[in-house]
């Protein structure tokens, strides 16, 4: 079995953090690191994980300046994270991120063959039943999968009257999915999606086994509060263009009270949504506890 560490960067309240790092507890990593992306480390009790604080004498140890954009201070504290690797791999995620299936992840790297730099976990996109408690965290009943054309022309139109223009590859959040890089490998630039050298990608397999389960909306008050800040901070700079369309139609909402509306319109499927997911495989069941 593969030895491996998990790294992300945060602005999430304590108990968010300790489901994350609950959950890579049980998943078998050596080390658990979260640079939290404010001025003062939280204080609770975190499994022996490692919070630290990404403030004003952080950067200033790392002898960089504090980036300007989210994406770049994300790259910087995972290029850290990565010269300091002990492990044989660093696995690159969020905070709102969690492998999902059944078998071990340390097992799915160790047999990853050895010209292969890095492993790929395609992400499945959290979503509710119309039955759902919106107030509830983590409750989601299902995960969306991601699909290419034609259905992806189609399809979001359809199962999302209004809101069709606002889906990628049938999600809200990311298709990427998320990676972890082989530790010792030279002159690698560690991203967020995937890593590469000199511009191009390293050489990477895609798990078949285990998935990337992204809580794209924790739950309503979690959606509101994160479009909320980023619509205040602006500092999410890399935004592709139909996550900049949610925001602005976030925005809109917003400012008409029409939070909730919105959030049941894209992250909540009715019996029927969940029916032609369902039958065209795009859809599956949380079987799991994170």
């Known amino acids: ?47 022996g994980a490692e919070v630290i604080a990404c403030d004003e004498g952080f950067w200033r140890d790392l002898g960089v300046s504090r980036p300007e954009s989210v994406e770049d201070r994300q790259r910087a504290v995972y290029d850290l994270a990565y010269r300091q690797t002990a492990s044989d791999w660093l696995l690159v995620v969020d905070i709102d991120e969690f492998i999902l299936g059944e078998g071990s992840i340390g097992d799915l790297l160790a047999s990853t063959a050895s010209d292969r730099e890095s492993v790929i976990f395609r992400t499945v996109e959290a979503v509710y039943s119309d039955q759902h408690d919106l107030s509830q965290e983590y409750g989601a009943a299902f995960f969306r999968r991601s699909y290419g054309r034609p259905f992806s022309s189609v399809l979001p139109y359809l199962l999302y009257p209004g809101c069709g223009g606002f889906f990628t590859q049938g999600l809200l959040g990311h298709d990427m999915g998320k990676h972890a890089v082989r530790a010792g490998l030279s002159g690698v630039e560690i991203c967020i999606h995937e890593s590469k050298r000199g511009g191009a990608p390293l050489s990477a397999a895609v798990a078949k086994t285990l998935l990337l389960a992204h809580y794209d909306a924790i739950s309503l008050e979690q959606w509101r509060g994160k479009w909320d800040r980023r619509l205040a901070v602006q500092d999410t700079w890399e935004m592709g263009r139909k996550r900049r369309l949610q925001s602005a139609l976030y925005d809109r909402a917003r400012r008409l009270g029409a939070e909730a509306e919105l959030f049941r319109r894209i992250y909540v499927v009715s019996g029927f949504q969940t029916f032609v997911l369902r039958c065209l495989n795009l859809i599956i069941p949380n079987n799991q506890t994170i």
Request: without cysteine.
């Open 1 to 47: 079995m593969a030895k491996f560490e998990v790294v992300a960067m945060a602005l999430a309240p304590e108990r968010h953090i300790s489901t994350f790092v609950a959950h890579y507890r049980r998943r078998g990593a050596d080390r658990i690191r979260v640079f939290f992306d404010g001025e003062t480390a939280l204080a609770g009790d975190f499994e």
